[in-house]
């Protein structure tokens, strides 16, 4: 019989336990876009309504977002992201580069201009020395998890 090994206690799975659901990302994607609205929301994710509800619960529970009443009657809410919220947008755009890379290398669906003018070209970077944080020798998740 094997022996059960006990799963690797890390961030990526706590993290992947609040938002590792297709509908929670969107969300954040939408309120990003400045779609703050329960219907809105439905719209342009394609969620069903009492999933997106179920969601917007969690992701309120949890600190990425806020829901602020904008209509007393009926009682109408509208959804903001938090500070956590906007950090995970980060996540955003490193998903949409690798989306982008292998699945629409061809023609991307959607592409961000940074201020500077140019096309965005997210980059994952150390934040003391400002070098990228790259597969190899050097990768922060070490030489094993390095290869392809």
Known sequence: MAKRVAPRKCSVADTLELVGDRWSLLVVRELSHGFHRFDQIVYHTGASRDILA???RKLEAVGI??????????PRYEYRLTSAGWELCDVLLTLMKWGDRHLNPDNPPLRYH???GEVLDPVVVCAHCGG???RGAHSPFGPALAQD
């Not at 977002?65 to 009926?74: A, D, F, K, M, V």
């Open 132 to 134: 990228p944080a790259v």
């Open 114 to 116: 940074h201020s500077c």
């Open 65 to 74: 977002i806020r829901r602020r009443l904008y209509n007393e009657h009926p």
């Open 54 to 56: 179920a969601r917007l």
